[in-house]
């Protein structure tokens, strides 16, 4: 899949050079500057996590949740271990952007989480990585090592008091492992199934230990952060929406990929970018974040800002990022049956309502497609979500559910069709 970048997080990066990813042309562009700008100013923790907080970074994994406030929760004076960790588990349906920066970036996220670790006098950290992409963990071992060689990472980091290991943990492929807390059992060797909260990782995390967990964008965007200074980063995006954001462009559109714009670009910008709608089609629908978020329709979308606060008065989420396209030729029952489908087989099975629940939607989505739908399976799909949604120990049961409430807000007309007619409304299916 093509890249197309600009900004913060890819800054610099020269994707038709084969070797922009490792450390001598990271440092070239700038790379470790920050780091070494804490080393040598002996800036404090209280200074980094400040600057995080003004930067007005949220997290980019798909909660939205400040990063500086997070850092802020860990217990710094706490005596024992503690841990950082970096969710590189990315699952979500329609995102591939945390993929490339492991790829074509990956000295970007080590500084951020050796930044991290300094801010929150962390020692140990790790970063798990998705299962089915051995190519990103065996890239990121390797730029781990020119790391440690160069000074940037181990004990008495650039000649300083502060030490910080980080290991790679290759994750094997479960959905349900991008949720912090079943990460955090998986990587203690455990079945990867979602943790009662409270107690919050912070207190309670891996190991029985205080961790931070963040998003691999996170982590690349901190070094941007903290050697050009948070007011900066800030002003890049739009208030509470500070700096860029990536983008996995996905579906009905001449040119997929990833694009790193500042948070706040109208949504019809960014199509322009992807070269507009294939082979000239109209424009139907998007899910802006990730396949857990709601859809919206063309004549919504094409108002909206891409950035947390536009999306979500829409009546939907920026979550990962991940932006789904759709054309006039698309089947949304067809669709929905597809989403319904994955979260039935994701689901862990920990919790009754997920686990019968997402079976439900899936079966009634199914006989809607397969011509052997009732008047009546619409609002049971509605009731059914409704004995799901709030009613899990993780979020899996409400990602299955938003995604058919928004479908039947805003093209029930084609569900209703579908029960009628026993065939779909556009043509071609």
């Known amino acids: 899949m093509t890249v197309y970048v600009k900004g913060v997080v890819f800054e610099g990066v020269d994707l038709d050079d084969q070797n922009s990813w490792k450390l001598d042309a990271y440092v070239q562009r700038g790379g470790y500057a920050a780091l070494k700008k804490i080393i040598a100013n002996?800036?404090?923790?209280?200074?980094?996590?400040?600057?995080?907080?003004?930067?007005?970074?949220?997290?980019?994994?798909?909660?939205?949740?400040?990063?500086?406030?997070?850092?802020?929760?860990?217990?710094?004076?706490?005596?024992?271990?503690?841990?950082?960790?970096?969710?590189?588990?990315?699952?979500?349906?329609?995102?591939?952007?945390?993929?490339?920066?492991?790829?074509?970036?990956?000295?970007?996220?080590?500084?951020?989480m050796i930044i991290g670790a300094y801010a929150m006098g962390i020692s140990v950290g790790y970063n798990y990585i998705h299962g089915e992409v051995f190519a990103a963990y065996e890239r990121f071992e390797v730029a781990l090592e020119e790391a440690r060689a160069a000074g940037f990472l181990g004990d008495n980091i650039l000649g300083s008091d502060f030490c910080f290991q980080l290991h790679g943990h290759h994750g094997y492929g479960a959905y349900i492992c991008g949720e912090e807390t079943a990460l955090l059992e998986s990587l203690e060797g455990k079945k990867g199934q979602p943790r009662f909260k409270p107690p919050f990782p912070a207190s309670f995390g891996l190991y029985g230990k205080p961790t931070t967990i963040n998003n691999t964008e996170t982590f690349a965007s901190v070094p941007y952060i903290i050697r050009e200074g948070g007011q900066k980063f800030l002003e890049l995006g739009k208030?509470?929406?500070?700096?860029?954001?990536?983008?996995?462009?996905?579906?009905?559109?001449?040119?997929?990929?990833?694009?790193?714009i500042p948070l706040g670009t109208p949504f019809s910008e960014l199509l322009e970018m992807c070269g507009g709608m294939r082979d000239g089609k109209k424009l139907k629908a998007v899910i802006p974040g990730g396949s857990s978020a709601p859809v919206l329709p063309a004549d919504i979308i094409m108002q909206c800002t891409m950035d947390y606060d536009s999306i979500s008065k829409a009546g939907s989420m920026l979550g990962s990022g991940a932006v789904i396209v759709m054309d006039e030729t698309t089947c949304m029952v067809k669709a929905l049956e597809r989403l319904s489908y994955f979260y039935f087989e994701e689901s862990c099975g920990q919790c009754t309502p997920c686990r019968e629940g997402t079976g439900w939607l899936y079966r009634v989505v199914h006989r809607i497609e397969q011509g052997l739908g009732r008047p009546e399976d619409l609002d049971l799909l509605l009731s059914v979500g409704g004995n799901i949604a709030g009613r899990t120990i993780c979020a899996l049961g409400d990602a299955a559910v938003m995604p058919v409430q928004g479908m039947l807000k805003h093209f029930r007309s084609e569900f209703e069709h579908h029960i009628e007619h026993k065939q779909c409304l556009v043509s071609g299916y």
Not at 56 to 73: D, N
Not at 244 to 256: A, D, I, M, Q, Y
Request: aromatic content about 10%; proline content about 8%.
């Open 42 to 112: 002996k800036i404090t923790q209280d200074e980094v996590i400040a600057e995080m907080k003004a930067s007005g970074l949220r997290g980019r994994g798909g909660a939205g949740f400040p990063t500086g406030l997070k850092w802020s929760f860990m217990p710094r004076s706490f005596p024992g271990q503690k841990y950082l960790v970096c969710n590189t588990d990315e699952g979500e349906p329609g995102t591939f952007k945390d993929l490339d920066i492991q790829m074509y970036n990956p000295h970007a996220l080590i500084e951020g």
């Open 239 to 260: 208030p509470n929406n500070g700096g860029t954001k990536l983008f996995s462009v996905s579906g009905h559109v001449n040119r997929p990929g990833n694009y790193e």
